[in-house]
């Protein structure tokens, strides 16, 4: 069992920085790929961002390639979102996801393959 806390949403204006933080639970956590998604009300929940297992691959979402960098330190068990240049379409709530079955190297974006959840952190960006 994972268990895993999303930190560090907010409000903020647009063009403000953020930093997400999901602290998990988990002795094999450097084994994981990690994700982060999004959902906005009315909206299907999307993917953002992923990072293999070394933290040496990631892959993001066109819509947040170039403002946003996902990380990892797998001595705290603890994997980033860092979004700068903030919008007003980046509002929802964020959710961090593990996929502990995959290879640690495959990354993927079908939130599917993620098999633990956070409970999500709200981020709201003003214009």
């Known amino acids: 069992q994972v268990q895993m806390v999303e930190s560090g949403g907010g409000l903020v204006q647009a063009g403000d920085s953020l930093t997400l933080s999901c602290a998990a639970s988990?002795?094999?956590?450097?084994?994981?790929?990690m994700g982060w998604f999004r959902q906005a009300p009315g909206k299907e929940r999307e993917f953002v961002a992923a990072?293999?297992?070394?933290?040496?691959?990631?892959y993001y979402a066109d819509s947040v390639k170039g403002r946003f960098t996902i990380s990892r330190d797998n001595a705290k068990n603890t994997v980033y979102l860092q979004m700068n240049s903030l919008k007003p379409e980046d509002t929802a709530i964020y959710y961090c996801?593990?996929?502990?079955?995959?290879?640690?190297?495959?990354?993927?974006?079908?939130?599917?393959?993620?098999?633990?959840w956070g409970q999500g952190t709200q981020v709201t960006v003003s214009s």
């Open positions: 996801a593990a996929d502990t079955v995959s290879r640690p190297w495959l990354l993927t974006t079908d939130r599917y393959d993620y098999n633990y």
């Open positions: 988990g002795r094999t956590f450097s084994t994981y790929v």
């Open positions: 990072i293999i297992w070394s933290g040496s691959k990631t």
